[in-house]
C-alpha cells in the first residue's frame, strides 16, 4: 500500500512577484497575465507521486495580506517548507528575501529551521532581468536554501523546484520527526479527505 | 486608506474578529485596524518574550524556561462550551474550521466546604475548604456512581432522555410543562450528588434547573446526549490559544477580499453633525464607512460605558513534570463562600496537549472580581493551590459595559471580557450587533 504524506507549504514574497501566478501555473497550469492583487485565494492541493509515496501538497497563498505586513503566526505555524518567490527584474523583491526569511524566523522561532527554497520568477522575461543568476545562487547555498529560476508564464522549471523541494521535505522530517497530537475539528465530516483532489 | 467600506472594525479581539469575520462571509467590504502590532487587543495570544515584556517591559524571562516561541498564552483565556451559542457561531463559520483544531478541558474541579472530605476528592491542607473532582462527560460519571442500585437510576434516567418522544415513555407520568430538571430527575429517585453530577454533566445553570423545564428544553437535551461532540469533554479550548481563532478569522477576511492593518495609527473616530459615524481618520487619511465596531480603547469620550466592576488576572507559569499528557488541562471553580468572599474565584489551566506551553509546564490564569485594595492577595487562595510557580504576572482590569440598543450614532462598541470563563456573554453580544447590523438572523435555525 502506499502511503500519503501531507505537506503544508506556504508562498511569501513582495507583492506582485507573481506568487498566485506560480500556485495557479503549478497546479492548475494556468497563467493570466492581468495584475490582480490576491483576492480569494486560500490555497490550492496538488497530489504528486514520488518514489510509491503519495504526497499531497497543500500550498499555501498570503491572501494579499503581505501589502499590510498583517501576516499572523497562525499562517506560518505547521508549515513544513516555505517558497519565498521574487522577480528577477526587481532588484528591490531581491532584496526583501532576506527581509522574507527574517520573517519567517520570527514566526516559527529563531531556533527551528525548516527546508526553504527561493525561486527567481519572470524568467520569460529575461532580457530585462537585473538580479545576476551567478550572485543569487550564491547567496542562497551560503544560506543553505534551494534556489530556482522558474517562469509563471511558460512554466519551465517550476515542476522541478517544487519536486526538489518536497524530496528536501521528506529528507529533513527524517531527520526531525514531527510529533503526533491527537484533536479534533468542529467539522465533523472527514475534511482533510476532501482536500486530495487526486484518484488512486 | 482613502476609501469606502461598508463597516471599519477597529481592534481585534475575538469579538471584533469574529463580527469581520461573519460580515466578510457576507460579502461586506470591511477594514479592520488595529493599534498594535499583535492580533488580539486586549486578549492576545502572545509568546512568552512579550508576555514578559507587556508586564516588565525591557526585561527577559529566566534563562531556564524554553524557547519563546513554544508558548502561545491567553491573556484572558476562555473555554467554549459544547452545543452553546459561540460554539455554534463557530461552527457556523464553516471555512474558519478548516484551520482550527480544538480539544476537549479534561479536568473540572469544584470546591466543596471541610469537612467530610470523601475518597474521591483531592483534599488540598490548611484551607476551609478541599476541591471535588467532578463529572464533566457521561463517560466520567461512571467513577462517581456509588452503588449499583443508583448506577441503575442514571441508567433509567439516561434512557428516559435519550428516547424523550418516544412511544415507550408512556408509563413514566412525566410532564415537562410542569416539572422542573430537578423534579424529573427527582423521580428516578436520584440521590442528591447523583441530582448534582448529572447538572454538572448537561452544564446547566441554576436557573434552568430550577424552572419549568419545557418540552424543547428536554429536546435540546436529548441532542446534547446524542450529540458527536458530547466526547470527550464539555469544555473545549482552541489548540494555539484564542488568539489562533482571531488570526484564522483574519485570513478568512482577507481571502474574501477585507483588509487588516496592524500596527495602524488610527486617530480617531469621525461623526458628522447628526452625530452619526461617517468613518475613521488615521494619520494616513480619512477612511469612510456607514458603520463602526470599536472595543473600548477607540471609543470617543463619553461613549465608553460605565464602569461596573474591576478583575484581578494573574497568569502563572508552572512548572509541571506532567503537563504534555491527557491530563494537563482544566478548570477550577473555587465558591466565594467557602473562602470568605463574594465572588467566586476562576483557574483555567492549559498545557502542553493544547499547544499553550512546552512540555513540563503549565499555564494558569487566576481570575476574580476586585473586592479590597489589595487584588493581589485576594487571589492567593488560589496560588497556593497551583503550587510550584516559575513566573507571575498579575494584570488588573476595568470592566466598562454598554448597552447596544442605546447604539443610534452606529458607533457599536464591544463590551470587555468579564470574568466569566466562557464565551457566552461575547456570543450573545456577536449576535446582537450582527443581527442589529445585517437585519437578519445569525442563527438559521434559531436554536
Same mark, same amino acid.
Given at each position: 500500500?502506499?502511503?500519503?504524506?501531507?505537506?503544508?507549504? &506556504?508562498?511569501?514574497?513582495?507583492?506582485?512577484?507573481?506568487?498566485?501566478?506560480?500556485?495557479?501555473?503549478?497546479?492548475?497550469?494556468?497563467?493570466? /497575465?492581468?495584475?490582480?492583487? =490576491?483576492?480569494?485565494?486560500?490555497?490550492?492541493?496538488?497530489?504528486?507521486?514520488?518514489?510509491?509515496?503519495?504526497?499531497?501538497?497543500?500550498?499555501?497563498?498570503?491572501?494579499?495580506?503581505?501589502?499590510?505586513?498583517?501576516?499572523? =503566526?497562525?499562517? %506560518?505555524?505547521?508549515?513544513?517548507?516555505?517558497?519565498?518567490?521574487?522577480? &528577477?527584474?526587481?532588484?528591490?523583491?531581491?532584496?526583501?528575501?532576506?527581509?522574507? /526569511?527574517?520573517?519567517?524566523?520570527?514566526?516559527?522561532?529563531?531556533?527551528?529551521?525548516?527546508?526553504?527554497?527561493?525561486?527567481?520568477?519572470?524568467?520569460?522575461?529575461?532580457?530585462?532581468?537585473?538580479?545576476?543568476?551567478?550572485?543569487?545562487?550564491?547567496?542562497?547555498?551560503?544560506?543553505? /536554501?534551494? %534556489?530556482?529560476?522558474?517562469?509563471?508564464?511558460?512554466?519551465?522549471? /517550476?515542476?522541478?523546484?517544487?519536486?526538489?523541494?518536497?524530496?528536501?521535505?521528506?529528507?529533513?522530517?527524517?531527520?526531525?520527526?514531527?510529533?503526533?497530537?491527537?484533536?479534533?475539528?468542529?467539522?465533523?465530516?472527514?475534511?482533510?479527505?476532501?482536500?486530495?483532489?487526486?484518484?488512486? | 486608506?482613502?476609501?469606502?467600506?461598508?463597516?471599519?472594525?477597529?481592534?481585534?479581539?475575538?469579538?471584533?474578529?469574529?463580527?469581520?469575520? #461573519?460580515?466578510?462571509?457576507?460579502?461586506?467590504?470591511?477594514?479592520?485596524?488595529?493599534?498594535?502590532?499583535?492580533? +488580539?487587543?486586549?486578549?492576545?495570544?502572545?509568546?512568552?518574550?512579550?508576555?514578559?515584556?507587556?508586564?516588565?517591559?525591557?526585561?527577559?524571562?529566566?534563562?531556564?524556561?524554553?524557547?519563546?516561541?513554544?508558548?502561545?498564552?491567553?491573556?484572558?483565556?476562555?473555554?467554549?462550551?459544547?452545543?452553546?451559542?459561540?460554539?455554534?457561531?463557530?461552527?457556523?463559520?464553516?471555512?474558519?474550521?478548516?484551520?482550527?483544531?480544538?480539544?476537549?478541558?479534561?479536568?473540572?474541579?469544584?470546591?466543596?466546604?471541610?469537612?467530610?472530605?470523601?475518597?474521591?476528592?483531592?483534599?488540598?491542607?490548611?484551607?476551609?475548604?478541599?476541591?471535588?473532582?467532578?463529572?464533566?462527560?457521561?463517560?466520567?460519571?461512571?467513577?462517581?456512581?456509588?452503588?449499583?442500585?443508583?448506577?441503575?437510576?442514571?441508567?433509567?434516567?439516561?434512557?428516559?432522555?435519550?428516547?424523550?418522544?418516544?412511544?415507550?415513555?408512556?408509563?413514566?407520568?412525566?410532564?415537562?410543562?410542569?416539572?422542573?430538571?430537578?423534579?424529573?430527575?427527582?423521580?428516578?429517585?436520584?440521590?442528591?450528588? +447523583?441530582?448534582?453530577?448529572?447538572?454538572?454533566?448537561?452544564?446547566?445553570?441554576?436557573?434552568?434547573?430550577?424552572?419549568?423545564?419545557?418540552?424543547?428544553?428536554?429536546?435540546?437535551?436529548?441532542?446534547?446526549?446524542?450529540?458527536?461532540?458530547?466526547?470527550?469533554?464539555?469544555?473545549?479550548?482552541?489548540?494555539?490559544?484564542?488568539?489562533?481563532?482571531?488570526?484564522?478569522?483574519?485570513?478568512?477576511? @482577507?481571502?474574501?477580499?477585507?483588509?487588516?492593518?496592524?500596527?495602524?495609527?488610527? *486617530?480617531?473616530?469621525?461623526?458628522?453633525?447628526?452625530?452619526?459615524?461617517?468613518?475613521?481618520?488615521?494619520?494616513? +487619511?480619512?477612511?469612510? @464607512?456607514?458603520?463602526?465596531?470599536?472595543?473600548?480603547?477607540?471609543?470617543?469620550?463619553?461613549?465608553?460605558?460605565?464602569?461596573?466592576?474591576?478583575?484581578?488576572?494573574?497568569?502563572?507559569?508552572?512548572? *509541571?513534570?506532567?503537563?504534555?499528557?491527557?491530563?494537563?488541562?482544566?478548570?477550577?471553580?473555587?465558591? +466565594?463562600?467557602?473562602?470568605?468572599?463574594?465572588?467566586?474565584?476562576?483557574?483555567?489551566?492549559?498545557? @502542553?496537549?493544547?499547544?499553550?506551553?512546552?512540555?513540563?509546564?503549565?499555564?494558569?490564569?487566576?481570575?476574580?472580581?476586585?473586592?479590597?485594595?489589595?487584588?493581589?492577595?485576594?487571589?492567593?487562595?488560589?496560588?497556593?493551590?497551583?503550587?510550584?510557580?516559575?513566573?507571575?504576572?498579575?494584570? #488588573?482590569?476595568?470592566?466598562?459595559?454598554?448597552?447596544?440598543?442605546?447604539?443610534?450614532?452606529?458607533?457599536?462598541?464591544?463590551?470587555?471580557?468579564?470574568?466569566?470563563?466562557?464565551?457566552?456573554?461575547?456570543?450573545?453580544?456577536?449576535?446582537?450587533?450582527?443581527?442589529?447590523?445585517?437585519?437578519?438572523?445569525?442563527?438559521?435555525?434559531?436554536?
Amino acid at each position: 500500500m502506499k502511503s500519503v504524506e501531507n505537506f503544508k507549504i &506556504i508562498l511569501l514574497g513582495s507583492q506582485a512577484v507573481g506568487k498566485t501566478s506560480l500556485l495557479e501555473k503549478y497546479v492548475k497550469n494556468t497563467f493570466t /497575465i492581468k495584475y490582480k492583487a =490576491t483576492i480569494g485565494v486560500d490555497f490550492l492541493s496538488k497530489c504528486i507521486d514520488l518514489d510509491n509515496t503519495k504526497y499531497s501538497l497543500q500550498i499555501w497563498d498570503t491572501a494579499g495580506q503581505e501589502a499590510f505586513q498583517s501576516l499572523s =503566526t497562525h499562517f %506560518y505555524r505547521g508549515s513544513d517548507a516555505c517558497v519565498i518567490v521574487f522577480d &528577477i527584474t526587481s532588484s528591490k523583491t531581491f532584496d526583501s528575501v532576506s527581509n522574507w /526569511i527574517d520573517e519567517i524566523q520570527f514566526h516559527i522561532g529563531y531556533d527551528r529551521k525548516i527546508p526553504m527554497l527561493v525561486i527567481g520568477n519572470k524568467l520569460d522575461l529575461n532580457e530585462k532581468r537585473v538580479v545576476n543568476s551567478q550572485k543569487a545562487k550564491q547567496w542562497c547555498e551560503e544560506h543553505g /536554501i534551494m %534556489y530556482y529560476e522558474c517562469s509563471a508564464m511558460t512554466g519551465q522549471n /517550476i515542476e522541478e523546484a517544487f519536486i526538489n523541494l518536497v524530496k528536501a521535505i521528506d529528507v529533513f522530517n527524517k531527520e526531525n520527526p514531527r510529533q503526533f497530537n491527537p484533536s479534533f475539528h468542529l467539522k465533523r465530516q472527514n475534511p482533510k479527505k476532501n482536500m486530495c483532489l487526486c484518484k488512486n | 486608506m482613502d476609501e469606502n467600506y461598508d463597516v471599519i472594525i477597529l481592534g481585534t479581539g475575538i469579538a471584533e474578529s469574529i463580527l469581520s469575520c #461573519l460580515f466578510s462571509c457576507d460579502g461586506k467590504k470591511i477594514l479592520v485596524l488595529d493599534q498594535n502590532s499583535y492580533y +488580539g487587543s486586549e486578549s492576545p495570544s502572545v509568546d512568552l518574550k512579550l508576555l514578559h515584556n507587556m508586564f516588565y517591559a525591557g526585561s527577559t524571562p529566566r534563562d531556564k524556561l524554553p524557547p519563546s516561541k513554544e508558548w502561545c498564552i491567553d491573556l484572558i483565556p476562555k473555554l467554549i462550551l459544547i452545543n452553546k451559542k459561540f460554539f455554534k457561531i463557530l461552527q457556523s463559520l464553516n471555512r474558519l474550521n478548516d484551520f482550527q483544531i480544538y480539544k476537549s478541558v479534561n479536568h473540572h474541579y469544584i470546591s466543596q466546604r471541610n469537612p467530610q472530605p470523601s475518597k474521591k476528592s483531592e483534599i488540598s491542607p490548611n484551607q476551609g475548604f478541599y476541591l471535588q473532582k467532578i463529572p464533566n462527560t457521561i463517560e466520567t460519571l461512571g467513577e462517581y456512581i456509588v452503588n449499583q442500585e443508583e448506577n441503575e437510576k442514571f441508567k433509567n434516567f439516561f434512557y428516559y432522555i435519550q428516547n424523550y418522544k418516544t412511544s415507550k415513555q408512556e408509563a413514566l407520568k412525566i410532564d415537562p410543562e410542569r416539572s422542573t430538571f430537578i423534579d424529573i430527575l427527582k423521580i428516578f429517585g436520584l440521590s442528591e450528588s +447523583g441530582i448534582y453530577n448529572i447538572i454538572c454533566v448537561f452544564s446547566l445553570d441554576k436557573e434552568q434547573c430550577e424552572t419549568v423545564i419545557g418540552d424543547w428544553a428536554l429536546i435540546k437535551l436529548q441532542q446534547q446526549l446524542n450529540s458527536p461532540y458530547l466526547m470527550p469533554s464539555f469544555r473545549l479550548y482552541p489548540n494555539y490559544g484564542l488568539g489562533n481563532i482571531i488570526e484564522s478569522c483574519t485570513r478568512i477576511n @482577507a481571502i474574501f477580499g477585507s483588509t487588516t492593518i496592524l500596527s495602524a495609527e488610527v *486617530d480617531k473616530v469621525i461623526f458628522n453633525d447628526e452625530n452619526k459615524v461617517i468613518g475613521v481618520r488615521t494619520y494616513h +487619511g480619512i477612511a469612510q @464607512a456607514p458603520i463602526v465596531i470599536c472595543n473600548r480603547s477607540y471609543a470617543p469620550k463619553g461613549k465608553k460605558g460605565r464602569l461596573v466592576k474591576r478583575i484581578v488576572r494573574s497568569i502563572c507559569i508552572i512548572e *509541571d513534570r506532567d503537563s504534555g499528557n491527557y491530563n494537563d488541562s482544566g478548570y477550577i471553580y473555587i465558591k +466565594g463562600n467557602h473562602i470568605n468572599r463574594e465572588n467566586s474565584i476562576q483557574i483555567i489551566y492549559l498545557g @502542553a496537549s493544547h499547544c499553550v506551553s512546552p512540555e513540563g509546564y503549565i499555564v494558569a490564569c487566576c481570575s476574580t472580581v476586585v473586592e479590597t485594595d489589595s487584588p493581589e492577595k485576594e487571589l492567593q487562595v488560589a496560588h497556593d493551590l497551583l503550587g510550584n510557580i516559575v513566573n507571575q504576572y498579575v494584570k #488588573l482590569y476595568e470592566i466598562y459595559e454598554n448597552d447596544l440598543t442605546l447604539s443610534d450614532s452606529n458607533l457599536y462598541v464591544v463590551n470587555d471580557f468579564d470574568e466569566i470563563p466562557d464565551l457566552e456573554n461575547t456570543a450573545e453580544e456577536i449576535q446582537k450587533i450582527y443581527e442589529i447590523i445585517s437585519k437578519k438572523s445569525l442563527f438559521v435555525d434559531n436554536i
